[in-house]
T-cell receptor
Framework: QQQVKQSPQSLIVQKGGISIINCAYE??????FPWYQQFPGKGPALLIA?????SEKKEGRFTISFNKSAKQFSLHIMDSQPGDSATYFC????????????FGKGTSLLVTP | DAGITQSPRHKVTETGTPVTLRCHQT?????MYWYRQDPGHGLRLIHY???????DKGEVSDGYSVSRSKTEDFLLTLESATSSQTSVYFC?????????????FGPGTRLLVL
C-alpha cells in the first residue's frame, strides 16, 4: 500500500510562478523526508531533504515546508523555470527499516515559457 | 550517478527466461537497493542489501531474487521472467547526508519481457 500520498499528479505553471507539490504520510516511524527530481530517461536525483524536527528548509529556489502534527510536507519551487520541467517525487525513510525509500507516485511538472 | 553503474542498460527477453541485472558501485557503500518504476506506481522497493550476503525483501519482491557476494556488486535475478516484470529497474546506494542515510540512484535498466 502507498505509504506516502502525493498530489497533484500533474502541474502546469508559467515561467516565474510558484510550483507547489504536496505529500502526506501516516507512518510516524518515518524520520527523513527527501525529494527527488527525475528527467526522462534518467534516474531520480536527490533534490532536497528535511528532518521532522525542522519546519522549513530552503536551498536556492527550492523550499520544503514540514508540518509534523498534520503529517504533511510540501515542495515549493520559486521562480519556476522551463528547465524545472520534470517529475518530482516525495519520499519518506524509516531508518529502522534499512533506510528504504517509500515514494509518492510522482508529480509531472511542466513550466511554460 | 554516485559511482553507480547498471548493466545491461536495455534488455528484451521472452517470457519464461531467466534474467540477471547487475548493479556495480565503486565507493564501498554498505546499503544497496533495487527498485522498479512503473507508470502510475512511482518507484517501489524490490529488495535491499545491508552488507555482503545480507539482504531483505521489499514491497514487491515476489518473482525476484538477489545476491551480494561482494560489496561492490548487487545482482537482481528474475528466475522466470513474466510480462508483468516489464519495467525500468533502478539500483541505488545509501549515503550519509546531514546525519541521515539517503539514497542516490543509478541510470536504470529498461527491461521488456515479450
Amino acid at each position: 500500500q502507498q505509504q506516502v500520498k502525493q498530489s497533484p499528479q500533474s502541474l502546469i505553471v508559467q515561467k516565474g510562478g510558484i510550483s507547489i507539490i504536496n505529500c502526506a504520510y501516516e507512518n510516524t516511524a518515518f524520520d527523513y523526508f527527501p525529494w527527488y527530481q527525475q528527467f526522462p530517461g534518467k534516474g531520480p536525483a536527490l533534490l532536497i531533504a528535511i528532518r521532522p524536527d525542522v519546519s522549513e528548509k530552503k536551498e536556492g529556489r527550492f523550499t520544503i515546508s514540514f508540518n509534523k502534527s498534520a503529517k504533511q510536507f510540501s515542495l515549493h519551487i520559486m521562480d519556476s523555470q522551463p528547465g524545472d520541467s520534470a517529475t518530482y517525487f516525495c519520499a519518506a525513510i524509516d531508518s529502522n527499516s534499512g533506510y528504504a525509500l517509500n515514494f509518492g507516485k510522482g508529480t509531472s511538472l511542466l513550466v511554460t515559457p | 550517478d554516485a559511482g553507480i553503474t547498471q548493466s545491461p542498460r536495455h534488455k528484451v527477453t521472452e517470457t519464461g527466461t531467466p534474467v540477471t541485472l547487475r548493479c556495480h558501485q565503486t565507493e564501498n557503500h554498505r546499503y544497496m537497493y533495487w527498485y522498479r518504476q512503473d507508470p502510475g506506481h512511482g518507484l517501489r522497493l524490490i529488495h535491499y542489501s545491508y552488507g555482503v550476503k545480507d539482504t531483505d525483501k521489499g514491497e514487491v519482491s515476489d518473482g525476484y531474487s538477489v545476491s551480494r557476494s561482494k560489496t561492490e556488486d548487487f545482482l537482481l535475478t528474475l528466475e522466470s521472467a513474466t510480462s508483468s516484470q516489464t519495467s525500468v529497474y533502478f539500483c541505488a546506494i545509501s549515503e550519509s547526508r546531514e546525519g541521515f542515510e539517503t539514497q542516490y540512484f543509478g541510470p536504470g535498466t529498461r527491461l521488456l519481457v515479450l
